[in-house]
């Protein structure tokens, strides 16, 4: 079993940044990778970013690509999603996610390829 818990979001301006945290605990040596995806009201929940723990193999979607990296940091067991430029339409819940079992690349921008989520950091993003 492994518990999430995100946490750094928040009110913005547009054009600002902001760093979001992902505390992982319990058997996170068992994670193939994590997963970034945000949901606004009254929309599907949509992939953002992804990352496998072993090789730094990283994927992001169309709309952040340039502006959003996904990192991690063994020795803490945590995950970030560092925002910059960040634009009003990014607007939304975000949600970590951990799968843990290896897996084609293309599954890892599905919400189905994640065994764990956390509770989600609402992001505000004013223009």
């Known amino acids: 079993q492994v518990q999430l818990v995100e946490s750094g979001g928040g009110l913005v301006q547009a054009g600002g940044s902001l760093r979001l945290s992902c505390a992982a605990s319990g058997r996170t040596f068992n994670t193939y990778a994590m997963g970034w995806f945000r949901q606004a009201p009254g929309k599907e929940r949509e992939f953002v970013a992804t990352?496998?723990?072993?090789?730094?193999?990283?994927y992001y979607a169309d709309s952040v690509k340039g502006r959003f990296t996904i990192s991690g940091d063994n020795a803490k067991n945590t995950v970030y999603l560092q925002m910059n430029s960040l634009k009003p339409e990014d607007t939304a819940v975000y949600y970590c996610?951990?799968?843990?079992?290896?897996?084609?690349?293309?599954?890892?921008?599905?919400?189905?390829?994640?065994?764990?989520w956390g509770q989600g950091t609402p992001v505000t993003v004013a223009s």
């Open positions: 990352m496998k723990w072993s090789g730094g193999t990283t």
């Open positions: 996610a951990a799968r843990s079992s290896a897996g084609p690349a293309v599954i890892l921008r599905s919400n189905y390829a994640y065994d764990y």
